[in-house]
């Protein structure tokens, strides 16, 4: 598998002891007083979309498949993420569902041959992709052909920091973009706004703190 030195250095990051803390810090901590965005809205936007046939892309530490509410008690879940930590520690997470779990690299061409989903969900992985938030967006283009027709992709993603964000936000904002666990430092909702309208046929944004949750339908051909 080829990998960009970004990308890897990106992923790098969530190594086993950082896993250990991710719910604590970005999920509790984080999230309500930094990014002003708490957790649960994220969570209600998952169990809002989320179907019996899902993929989980950018997988952290399984937080939200295991807090989720699912239509059936015993969906088809898949994990997608380049990191191994991340992989297993959600497939342990989440045992109960027997997940399947693939090693990819989202931002290349995906060729694994597996029945697509009803769902996919990309928490918080926009904001650790190296490029312009639009360059990142290809991720969607690499995960529409695992979308069955009339299937949902949804997600969020932090904006950068001149997104009216607080001074501790752009304190911490500015330190995860040069130690290259974020690179945000461009992404703006206007440019969230305009891939969205311009690729899908129906897009939807909600904008939480620095947060912006997003879900779309409908893949424009072209």
Request: hydrophobic fraction near 35%; proline fraction near 3%.
């Amino acid at each position: 598998m080829d990998v960009s030195k970004e990308v890897k250095d990106g992923q790098a990051v969530y190594t086993r002891s950082v896993l250990s803390i991710y719910d604590l810090w970005v999920l509790g901590v984080s999230n309500s007083y930094i990014w002003k965005c708490p957790t649960r809205h994220i969570l209600k936007h998952f169990n809002s979309h989320v179907s019996t046939n899902h993929l989980d892309v950018g997988v952290g530490t399984g937080y939200y498949l295991d807090k989720g509410t699912f239509p059936d008690r015993a969906p088809r879940i898949a994990l997608m993420d380049l990191n191994a930590n991340s992989l297993d520690e959600s497939s342990k997470r989440i045992s109960r569902y027997r997940p399947e779990a693939y090693q990819v690299n989202v931002m290349d061409r995906i060729t694994l041959d597996i029945a697509p989903f009803d769902s996919i969900s990309v928490n918080y992985l926009f904001h650790c992709l190296p490029g312009s938030l639009e360059t990142k967006l290809c991720v969607l283009d690499n995960l529409s052909p695992y979308l069955n027709n009339g299937g949902v992709i949804f997600g969020s993603t932090i904006l950068s920091s001149a997104e009216g964000a607080s001074a501790a936000a752009k304190k911490l904002m500015a330190i995860y973009n040069k130690k290259g666990i974020f690179s945000n430092a461009d992404d703006r909702y206007e440019a969230l706004e305009s891939y969205l309208s311009a690729h899908y046929e129906h897009y939807e944004l909600q904008r939480i703190g620095c947060v912006v949750l997003f879900s779309v339908r409908g893949r424009l051909a072209g």
